[in-house]
């Protein structure tokens, strides 16, 4: 599937990498679900992106896998030294697990998704059941930059948001939602969220097929993501009718 190479919201462009898409869908997968997936920084806006496409074709349409899920255990350490852990880095999730899970899903098996605790920095004991869906919904500011990951999406979407105001949702994100001081937001940012951001998230926006400036608030792109998702759907469910026997 291609990407949009030079504007990434001229109309040529976008139509042309989403008919790719669907066309690649079509010859490849039948029936199976269509593995969407939301990447970009840090407070960039995906989960306004997931919501949107949640809100417009419905819950039940969609198997939700959010990357910060598989966060990687680590109870064996002290609280002290888990909050140092650089959790910007691609091995500090257990991305292998989320590829499993996946393919699991594709063919038609529930999943038990890890439940973690970002104010304990680990996974609790419970899980979150996973049904097959239609859509397979994957987000995360690392979902690019794993070729077995990038390969199992159908389509592949990037959240770019400017610094300053993905900085600031964090901030308020992190103090409000997950207990963190200001003092500690300030320097994780510092320390490893803006280094990783840089070395890992933003190189892996070349991979995306379509590019979202300034995310879910972005309603004509926003517009045009849904509808082609819900145009997959219903090729998809004339697939389905197709293959059942007469």
């Known amino acids: ?35 969407f997936g939301v990447a970009g920084g840090t407070a960039s806006g995906k989960t306004t992106v997931a919501r949107a496409v949640l809100e417009a074709v419905g819950a039940s349409q969609i198997a939700y896998l959010p990357h910060d899920a598989y966060y990687r255990d680590r109870r064996d350490l002290p609280f002290e030294e888990r909050a140092r852990l650089n959790y910007d880095h691609p091995d500090s999730l257990e991305t292998k697990l ?44 690392l979902i690019l930059t794993k070729r077995k990951l990038r ?28 207990g963190r001081s200001l003092d500690s937001v300030v320097q994780q940012y510092l320390d490893t969220v803006r280094p990783m951001h840089l070395k890992f998230v933003e190189p892996s926006k070349r991979y995306a097929d379509i590019i979202i400036p300034g995310g879910g608030h972005n309603r004509v792109a926003m517009e045009m993501v849904v509808s082609r998702l819900q145009m997959l759907l219903r090729a998809r469910e004339e697939l389905a009718k197709e293959e059942l026997p007469s």
């Open 1 to 35: 599937m291609g990407g949009l190479p030079d504007k990434p919201w001229s109309d040529q462009g976008f139509f042309v990498g989403l008919s790719r898409t669907v066309i690649a869908i079509m010859d490849q997968s039948k029936v199976k679900p269509i593995v």
């Open 98 to 141: 989320l590829v499993h899970h996946i393919k699991e899903l594709l063919v038609g098996a529930p999943v038990p998704v890890p439940v973690y605790d970002f104010t304990a920095h680990r996974r609790t004991d419970d899980t979150i059941l996973v049904e097959p869906a239609p859509i397979v919904l994957v987000d995360g500011i």
């Open 151 to 178: 390969d199992l999406m159908d389509i592949k979407v990037y959240v770019d948001t400017d610094a300053d105001v993905r900085f600031i949702r964090r901030l308020q994100r992190d103090m409000h939602e997950r």
